[in-house]
Nanobody, 115 residues
């Protein structure tokens, strides 16, 4: 079964950095596109960054130039390096992949940016 486990969230001051990690299992990881989403209270879950099997990445406009998604196909992990964080980045961050038309999610990791 597909399992995604996020880690690395926490409390950080505005302007600071965090690195999120997602460990994937149950899939042939190197073949799958991966994504990071985030959800703030009362808001929908939105995509933050994606990376495909060819290492091609894409970003939401709100994080371009500040966040970097990467993947390690040896350790089956996807990362999100977040720099210059601001209060609008406060959210629960989720790792995502899609297999056979079905979305899989991790449990989420909380990121809180204090201003």
């Amino acid at each position: 079964q597909v399992r995604l486990v996020e880690s690395g969230g926490g409390l950080v001051e505005a302007g600071g950095s965090l690195r999120l990690s997602c460990a994937a299992s149950g899939i042939n990881f190197k073949l799958y596109a991966m994504a990071w989403y985030r959800q703030s209270p009362g808001k929908q879950r939105d995509v933050v960054a994606t990376i495909d099997a060819n290492q091609s990445s894409d970003y939401a406009d709100a994080v371009k130039g500040r966040f970097t998604i990467s993947r390690d196909n040896v350790w089956n992990r996807v990362y999100l390096q977040m720099n210059n964080l601001n209060s609008e980045d406060t959210a629960v961050y989720y790792c995502n992949t899609r297999s056979r038309g079905r979305d899989f999610w991790g449990q989420g990791t909380q990121v809180t940016v204090s201003s």
